[in-house]
């Protein structure tokens, strides 16, 4: 771990457990950025992954809804002859419809999303990164 102005790199890529600390307030406040996490901010991104990962597994869930409620639905018609509610299941599949339509469309959009976060993460730690590999830091007992 090393430290330069307040800012601290926490560690180094490692599976989905990259972290890199930021700005945690003037040199010497410490805990002026919260107790929870003692000023330093830290990301990962498995959770990200497991979240587009999620979001992905979603789209996969709802894509035979419509087909199911296809299923269910065959007969009603026949079954329901002239009902005044028939018209009404109707509006109220095409809605159910809709939305899960909406919401497959949604997490297929968040899955690509999240994933663009991991990747605008990793840029930003390894240009923090580069940008402290050309600090020199005391040495102990030593002078720069």
Known sequence: MSGVGGVTVVGQP???RERVGAWAGPAGAAGSAGAAGGGDLRHSR????????????????LGPVKGELDVAHQGVT???????ALAELGAVRASWERRFEDARKE?????GKMRAVVRGQT?????????????????VGGAW
């Open 123 to 139: 840029q930003a730690n390894e240009a923090v990164k580069s940008g402290f590999d050309g600090v020199k830091t005391p040495s």
């Open 78 to 84: 026949a079954g329901a002859g002239a009902l005044s």
């Open 46 to 61: 498995g959770p990200w992954l497991r979240a587009a990962g999620g979001a992905d597994q979603l789209v996969t869930l």
């Open 107 to 111: 997490c297929g959009s968040l899955g």
């Open 14 to 16: 490692d599976g989905d």
